[in-house]
């Protein structure tokens, strides 16, 4: 059977996106499947990222999905791919939409999705005046009142990150607080006030943050909070194709395990943006989607012309 594809793109996010514009500048046979459910795209804004600072993310997809256009040797298309097969030398991957296409290579670019705690009000907040990245939101939120929703390890290191923002920081531990005398310590020279009542909900204000309710009816007037979360991979496609993945780490739970050039432990399979990091960032996605896509271009000139490229190393 006539592999399609040199390389199909999951994702089209700032990391699936960047790759597939290397891949179309280098003339590479190229197919981005998107399913168009970017985790920040409830975000106000980008924070941080060189020439795009505070625009929306769905602006730079939409600007990324345009570019893509003028190389011909690049489709897009809105499907998921719900399961793959690696076939030895290529992959076999079948669509939601009930076809599948083969591809010399695999790049991957999934992403996450965040699992912040269940509370009512958070989930229309978030990316708002609710969020977990103080790089990403900090300087929207500098000098207000804030907090930080947390408790046991993720507390302190939370916290003490966002302090840099603002001076009224309030850590908010829903139950007994579950810190060391040495956290306890750190906090207090820091300024921070701990707070251990139990939290029910958000209150809002025109679509903002005003307060953080407690079960006992009381309200702690905040601007902002941010919330410890965890981040869970979005697909399952690394794990089905036998791409190994990092155990638990502090931010993301299962990244999938990739050297420096992209590649997962699977000939042929790479992956890059925040599927397989510890450090989300839009600009990090750009960067690593760039370098993977680099790398699948050399393997391929490495298997039609002999290119030396060093081997992947554990």
Known sequence: MTVE????????????????LVLGRARRRTLLVDAGQQSNL??????????????????????????????????SVVDEVVDGTDRGGSFRLELAGGSHRTTRRVLLATGVEYRPPYLPGLRELWGRS???????????????????LANGE???????????????LVLLTDGPADL???????????????????????ATDSGR??????????????SALMVATTLHQRSNLADQLGAVSHEHGPV??????????GRTTVPGLFAAGDLCTQAPHVATAIATG?????????????EDTGLPFPPRTA
């Not at 594809?5 to 597939?20: F, P």
């Not at 993720?154 to 009224?168: Q, V």
């Not at 005398?181 to 029910?200: F, H, I, M, W, Y």
């Open 42 to 75: 409830p975000a106000h804004g980008i924070g941080g990222l060189l020439g795009f600072d505070g625009r929306s993310p769905a602006e730079l997809y939409a600007i990324g999905r345009q570019e893509l256009t003028q190389y011909p040797s690049v489709e």
């Open 290 to 302: 760039s370098a993977a896509a680099t790398a699948v271009v050399q393997s391929l000139l490495t």
């Open 154 to 168: 993720k507390a302190l290191h939370a916290t003490l990150l966002i302090r840099n923002w603002t001076e009224d």
């Open 130 to 148: 609710v969020f977990h990245c103080p790089f990403c939101h900090g300087w929207e939120a500098r000098d207000q009142p804030l907090g930080v």
């Open 180 to 202: 060391d005398a040495e956290a306890s310590a750190l906090l207090d020279k820091a300024g921070v006030r701990v707070d251990t009542r139990r939290v029910r909900r958000l």
């Open 5 to 20: 594809y040199d390389c199909i793109v999951v994702g089209g996010g700032a990391a699936g996106l960047s790759a597939a």
């Open 209 to 222: 943050l005003s307060a953080v309710v407690f079960t006992d009816g009381s309200r702690l007037e905040r």
């Open 252 to 261: 993301m739970t299962d990244p999938v395990d990739v050297d420096g050039l």
